[in-house]
């Protein structure tokens, strides 16, 4: 069973807001809430258990169902809303904010944070290792070394898994990220497909239930409505982006709501659950939906109507502190015309299904047409440009590489990016670099400025083997995994020099466990 160390890996549960964490003084509960540190929703501190003579208890252990106590006391979920204490001949004492102590004698189960109500302990316990032992006979097989890590990525899931705007949602991290943001929904759904296709459903649904009127995706959707539009900008490049904008408007650098989304990868995630297992009426329900976000891109988000989309706003793109934005607010680095490309040629699928082939053959048409405007307008002979207010962006960053997604480059400039990424710049022990090892601007440190990502190199291993390199995308594959289980945790983001947690990372994040526990359940070589 999986061991809890209190720290990265809290004790906590499906559907639940509390997590348990070893503080300097004992246990502390908080509660995860949206965009709130858990300093701010603290339940209790100071939670020690002592035994008849006043001697501190320790944990002896801490496992998905249970945190443990010497001297038979235990914590146990009852249920999602209600962590209770177990025990007999044994104080229990704690700190709640306002700095009121509190002690109670064990003498059963006691309800220590939630709504009041008689818990026999037998019960309580059985229940927890029973849902625990089911979740796991579901994750999918892994090889013998990559075993360990992919049930804390299984662990992770589930309990990341929070009820959201009706449905249940996997959000990225109970540690301030309770909300369901739209792309790491998206990577969600993608190792969900494989135990529980109707959850993995529910990740992209929550989207598309929130659909605006114009047809675009919200960036996040969370307990209090959708963020789908932002006066924010970046922690790094605030002060140079809002001189952007000020330019750029012939104002006062501040700047009014920008309509934020997230990168067009529903189609694709979709067809992804469909293959795993095939539902046309649910086809058939989110395909015209897709189609209005689709065309969103490019009646409302491609502010020079050449046909190549621009993201908006940082946020957007998802990479929200790259060096990119250091040129402007808004700018077109080839990702997001290669994800265009890639969901037009999903859309083809999806209409194919439903028995569409004149929606299948004009989607095809318009991925060929995206592809061709791309090559002449964006690749410079040696690699494919970023632009930003109207002037190219001289930083090197792994999107250069995503046209390799689409599978419908020329030969020879798909090969000359496979060289590019075999090359020095981005090929190390730790692959890929979000930033060239030899840019200037490169921070292996820093968020998107250097440091790897799991759904960067997930989706160029796609796009590797779509676009005819196997071979490199078995090894970017099988370095990833390497990364990921020595590492000691599923981080947000990993230092690509040394391999390990980048220091702001945060830790049990949920597009990072997805996307390790599809590339572990899947031989090297299979699509």
């Known amino acids: 069973m999986l061991t809890l160390d209190l720290v990265e890996r809290p004790f906590t549960e499906r559907g639940s807001r509390l997590l348990v964490t070893a503080g300097p003084d004992g246990l502390r509960v908080a509660r995860a809430a949206y965009e709130t540190p858990l300093a701010e929703t603290t339940e209790l501190t100071a939670l020690v258990v002592r035994d008849p003579g006043g ?35 044994a104080r229990a004492s704690w700190r709640l904010p306002d700095a009121t102590e509190h002690t109670l004698a064990l ?16 019960a309580v316990r059985a229940a927890a290792e029973a849902r625990w032992n089911d979740w796991f006979a579901r994750m999918p097989p ?63 649904l929550l989207l598309l239930d929130h659909q605006l009127p114009d047809g675009r995706l919200p960036d996040v959707v969370h307990d209090h409505g959708v963020l789908a539009e932002t006066t924010d900008l970046p922690r790094a490049d605030h002060v140079r982006l809002s001189e952007h904008v000020g330019r750029a408007n012939g104002t006062a650098p501040s700047p009014g709501p920008v309509p934020v989304t997230k990168p067009p990868l529903a189609a694709w995630a979709v067809w992804k659950v469909h293959q795993a297992d095939p539902d046309l009426p649910f086809l058939a329900s989110v395909y015209p939906r897709l189609v209005r976000a689709h065309a969103w891109w490019f009646a409302a988000s491609d502010p020079d109507g050449d046909g190549l989309p621009a993201y908006l706003h940082p946020y957007s793109s998802g990479l929200d502190d790259s060096p990119v934005w250091d040129y402007g607010p808004r700018a077109e680095p080839p990702d997001l015309s290669s994800y265009l490309i ?33 090559v002449a307008n964006r690749w410079d002979g040696t690699r494919f440009r970023t632009v930003a207010d109207g002037e190219n962006v001289p930083v090197r960053t792994a999107l250069d590489l995503m046209p390799l997604f689409t599978g419908r480059l020329p030969p020879e400039i798909a090969a000359r990016l496979e060289r590019t990424l075999r090359s020095t710049a981005y090929w190390g022990e730790h692959p890929v670099p979000t930033v060239a090892f030899d840019d200037p601007a490169f921070d292996p440190e820093a968020m998107w400025r250097g440091p790897v990502w799991l759904n960067i190199n997930y989706l160029l291993i796609e796009g590797l083997r779509r676009s005819g390199f196997a071979a490199t995308a078995d090894e970017l594959q099988h370095r990833t995994l390497a990364m990921v289980r020595d590492a000691g945790g599923l981080y947000e983001y990993w230092n690509p020099l040394t391999g390990a947690r980048a220091t702001r990372a945060t830790s049990g994040f949920g597009w990072s466990s997805a996307l390790f526990i599809d590339l572990a359940r899947r031989p090297p070589g299979t699509p």
């Open 342 to 374: 890639h969901q037009a040629d999903r859309l083809a699928d999806i209409a194919d299904a439903l028995d569409l082939p004149g929606d299948a053959a004009r989607w095809r048409s318009r991925a060929a047409a995206h592809t061709r405007l791309l």
């Open 142 to 204: 892994v090889r013998a070394d990559l075993a360990e890590r992919a049930r804390m990525a299984w662990w992770t899931l589930a309990v990341n898994l929070l009820p959201i705007a009706g449905r249940e949602g996997l959000v990225p991290s109970k540690y301030g990220y309770a909300g369901v943001w739209n792309w790491d929904a998206l990577f969600h759904a993608v190792a969900l497909r494989h135990a529980s296709p109707a959850l993995a459903r529910d990740q992209i």
């Open 107 to 122: 003498t059963g189960c006691h309800v220590l944070a939630g709504p009041p109500g008689h818990w026999p302990e037998p």
């Open 55 to 89: 001697r501190p208890l320790p944990v002896v252990s801490a496992t998905p169902s249970e945190v443990a106590f010497a001297g038979g006391v235990s914590l146990l979920f009852a249920d999602p809303s209600t962590l209770v204490i177990a025990g007999r001949h």
